[in-house]
C-alpha cells in the first residue's frame, strides 16, 4: 500500500513516511529508570506529538511502565484572567484556578489518579502552592 506524507495530525508508520520512532526507546527507558522523567508541555508539533504517543504505547505495552497522557483544558481556567488585576492583586468575582496557574513561585506539579469504578479521579497539587490570601500571583 502506497504511504503518503502527514502534516496535519499525528502519523501511522504503516501509512505515512516518518523516521522511525522505536530507536529512541532505549534512551528513553534509561531516563525513566535514572528517574530522569520527562514532561512535554503543548507538544503542538505533529512530529513530537507522534513520537510521543507511539513511545507511550510502546512503553505500556510492556507492563512495566505506564506512559500517562493528560490532556488538561485550562481554557476556562485562563478565562478568568480577566477577574484578576496584576497590579493590585484584587480579584472582582472568580479568579483562583486562574492566578494559580500563573502564580509566580509554583515551579513544580504533580498529579495522581485513581480509578473509581468506570472512571478516574484526578489530584493535581502546585509546588510551592500558591493562591496564598494577601499575595500577589
Known sequence: MPRWFNTAGPCDPADHYMLPVM???PSVRRLIDRKAYFVVH???QV???????????ELTAEG???????S????????EASAYNAQTGACSGV???YTQI????????GCGYATCGAGE???CNYDPRGNILGQKA
Open 121 to 123: 479521579i484526578w489530584v
Open 102 to 109: 500563573v502564580w509566580s513561585s509554583t515551579s513544580a506539579l
Open 42 to 44: 503543548a507538544p503542538r
Open 72 to 79: 488538561l483544558e485550562v481554557g476556562a481556567w485562563a478565562s
Open 47 to 57: 512530529g513530537k506529538t507522534t513520537s510521543l504517543l507511539a513511545l507511550a504505547r
Open 64 to 70: 512495566r511502565y505506564c506512559a500517562v497522557l493528560l
Open 23 to 25: 530507536r529512541r526507546l
Open 95 to 97: 479568579c483562583g484556578h
